[in-house]
C-alpha cells in the first residue's frame, strides 16, 4: 500500500483504512489510487472472507474529493474509474462493510452507499455536497432506490448533512453505536458474515440487487440460477451434517 490507504488482515477480516486524517481523509490521487489497491488485494486474498472500510482518526470516514487537488488540476468531468465504485469499476462477490466513523461527504458518501452494510459512530454525518461547490454527483443515481425518492431529492438538491441516526431510520446505515465502539462492532458484524457458507454468501449478496435490477419474474428466474450450484455444493451437505452431529460446520467453499 502507499500510505495513503493501509490494509490489515483480523483473522478472516480485512480493513482497509483512509489514512489522510489531516485532510479529513480526502479522496486525492494517493488515497484513490491506495482503495484501488486495496479492493484488488482483498479480492485476491484468500484469507479475507469480509472487508471493513473506515477512515483514520474520529472526525471523518472520507470528506470526498480533494478540492485543493481539484482546482490545482482544473479537473472537469472526472472519469469513470476516477473513485472506485463497487458495481461499476470494482466488483467483489465478498461482502464489503463501511465503518463510518465521522462525515461522510460526497465521494465519501458515493464510498458509504457502495458498501453492502454500513456501520456508524453516532457523531457520524452523511450529505451530497457537490451542489454547494458546483460540482456533479452522478454516481448518485441509485439513491432513489435506497431510499424514499422525495428524501433522495432533498439530499441531492440541499447538499446539507443527515445525522447517523436519520440515515438509519432511512436505511442508509444498518447500525448505530458510540463512536468508542464502531470497531468493535464492525469486527463483529464482519465476523458473524464470515462464519457463514461462503457459497451462500455470494449468492446471497447477487440476490439483493436483482430486483432493482429486473423484473419480478425475471429476477426470481436468475435467483434460482444463482442459489442451484449452492444446494448441489458440498457445504449444503457440511451444513446439515454439522446440525445434525451438534457442531460447527467447516465450509469449503465447494
Known sequence: MNGATTYELHGEVA??????????????????EGLFEGFRRFNDDEAARVLVLTGAGEKAFCAGGDLVEMAETALEIPPVDFVPQLGRNIHSDKVIIAAVNGVAYAGGFLLAQNCDLVVAAESARFAITEVKVGRGSPWAAPLSWLIPPKV????????????ASRAYELGLVNKVVPGQDLKEAAQQLAETIAANAPLSVIAAKRTARL?????????????????????????????PRAFSEKRRPHWSGK
Do not use: C, H
Open 15 to 32: 480493513w482497509l483504512t483512509i489514512n489522510r486524517p489531516e485532510a479529513r481523509n480526502a479522496l486525492n490521487k494517493a488515497v484513490r
Open 211 to 239: 430486483i432493482a435490477e429486473m423484473p419480478l419474474g425475471e429476477a426470481f428466474q436468475e435467483a434460482e440460477r444463482i442459489w442451484a450450484p449452492v444446494y448441489l455444493s458440498a457445504d449444503a451437505k457440511e451444513g
Open 152 to 163: 433522495a431529492m432533498e439530499i441531492l438538491v440541499t447538499g446539507e448533512p443527515i445525522s
